[in-house]
């Protein structure tokens, strides 16, 4: 109760944990702080419990196990290109990134502003035409943790990190991504940015044989930049020589306008003030930022390139309007900060509403499962074709995980499966547990509920633990 009171209650709080804090691991024995060891500053809640070494580290009640053999693949991706399978995809593919764009602002989930006026026509047209995923998430509510995840398609904490603690800290080479996998199959890999965090010292560009971004600023720069007009032209230039040369390509392009600081633009002029303004800015950076795509659209239709180019659509992460305390995103695993879009639309494949539950780090094995490409043993997502081609696929758990870093340094990880979502804030030692079917929006912890449902929080409190205590 008091870490959800008043500024002065939490406050009281935070001085009266640091200052039993014996070990100086942050983390106090007292106070609700969860150390379970007061004379280890290498136990705390949170901390890399060590398999098998006889110590609780992250105090959850036990030694991690190590991993099975069994559990990893240990053989490593081809380095050569690989014949694709007889029934691939033969065409292109073009990747488009919106940043902080939520799942419920798009016009086919039934929202619009005003009141029946779609933000999103273009997508709406796209995902009428392709196959629309419904229930996505994201695998981290931020973009420096959200893109490598998705590359890799592996949980955040599984990839490999340069400095896992960093703001943006760099991936390190020996992870696999999609687009490497993609160049593989023999598609050129080509990435058109505009953007402060799209340089190449990320690592994010392994495996790209072009990697532009040209006239990205500074990240202030960048958080109050209009820059799909300087990309959208550069991306549709980037078609036309494709096109013109018929080499076989995966673009990858990222628009950053429903990103906060939320610009104001001519076409769409703003009424409203104070928290109500700042909506209404979101939600016409989002009609900016389809208007642009319709142009990415429209060039693939001019230059012959929509017969034979599959067009992905997806966002980082959501963006929260004060529905858990917060705004903007990064904060937590809430369900506006993980809902997002996706949208596959493939020449010649009927048009699909899926309802299943599905991720980000599924993009990579669908894209390369869709142009016959094998699908590396590290990854964490799989093929989503078949739900594209009308054929079930079997229900499995999804993750998703706020990492601590030096601006933000909560920890939290979530489990959802089944259509519940378990929470662990394992920063504040707390557990939520959510009935999404019931309760879309996460608004009551079902956590302490007696009967069946306890039985539910207890088997998936396990499940994610042992989630946490096999982090690589």
Wanted: one cysteine or more.
């Amino acid at each position: 109760a008091t870490e959800e009171g008043s500024l002065g209650m939490r406050l009281a709080l935070r001085i009266a944990r640091a200052a039993t804090d014996r070990d100086r691991d942050g983390h106090s024995a007292l106070f609700g702080g969860g150390d379970c060891d007061d004379r280890r500053a290498d136990t705390f809640p949170g901390a890399d419990d060590v398999p098998g070494d006889g110590v609780d580290q992250n105090c959850e009640g036990g030694d991690a196990r190590a991993i099975a053999a069994a559990e990893e693949d240990p053989t490593p991706p081809p380095t050569e290109k690989v014949p694709p399978r007889a029934d691939a995809f033969a065409g292109n593919v073009l990747v488009i990134s919106i940043d902080a764009l939520r799942a419920d602002r798009l016009g086919v989930a039934g929202y619009g502003r005003p009141a029946g006026t779609s933000l999103t026509p273009n997508l709406d047209a796209l995902a009428k035409r392709g196959a629309y995923f419904k229930r996505v998430w994201a695998q981290a509510p931020n973009t420096p943790r959200s893109f490598p995840s998705f590359l890799t398609s592996r949980w955040p904490a599984d990839v490999a990190w340069e400095k896992r603690s960093l703001n943006y800290s760099p991936i390190l080479p020996s992870n696999d991504t999609f687009f490497e996998g993609l160049a593989r199959a023999g598609l050129r890999p080509i990435g058109v940015f505009s953007h402060f965090y799209f340089t190449r010292d990320r690592g994010i560009d392994q495996g790209f044989a072009e990697w532009t971004n040209d006239g990205a600023g500074t990240i202030a720069e960048s958080n109050k930049d209009i820059a799909s007009p300087r990309v959208v032209p550069r991306v549709i230039e980037r078609l036309r020589k494709a096109a013109a040369s018929k080499e076989r390509f995966v673009l990858w392009t990222h628009l950053f306008e429903p990103h906060s600081s939320y610009m104001a633009h001519p076409e769409f002029p703003t009424k409203e003030s104070g928290v109500a303004g700042l909506q209404e800015k979101y939600d016409y950076e989002i009609a900016f930022a389809d208007r642009w795509i319709g142009k990415l659209l429209a060039a693939l239709d001019e230059t012959g390139l929509a017969a034979n180019t599959a067009v992905l659509v997806h966002a980082d992460h959501g963006e929260a309007w004060g529905e858990h305390r917060h705004y903007f995103h990064g904060q937590d695993l809430t369900e506006e900060q993980l809902r997002v879009p996706l949208i596959l639309a493939v020449p010649g494949r009927a048009p699909a509403v899926i309802d299943d539950d599905v991720a980000l780090v599924d993009v990579g094995p669908t894209l390369l499962d869709l142009v016959g490409a094998p699908v590396p043993g590290s990854y964490r997502g799989r093929s989503l074709l078949p739900l594209v081609l009308g054929q079930p696929l079997p229900p499995r758990p999804l993750f998703a995980e706020l990492l601590p870093a030096t601006a933000w340094p909560k920890h939290e990880t979530v489990l959802l499966e089944g259509g519940w979502k378990i929470t662990h804030k394992i920063t504040e030692r707390r557990w939520e547990l959510h009935d999404l079917r019931n309760d879309p929006g996460q608004m009551r912890d079902m956590s302490r509920e007696p009967g069946e449902t306890a039985a539910i929080f207890e088997r998936m409190k396990a499940r994610l633990l042992a989630f946490e205590e096999t982090r690589r």
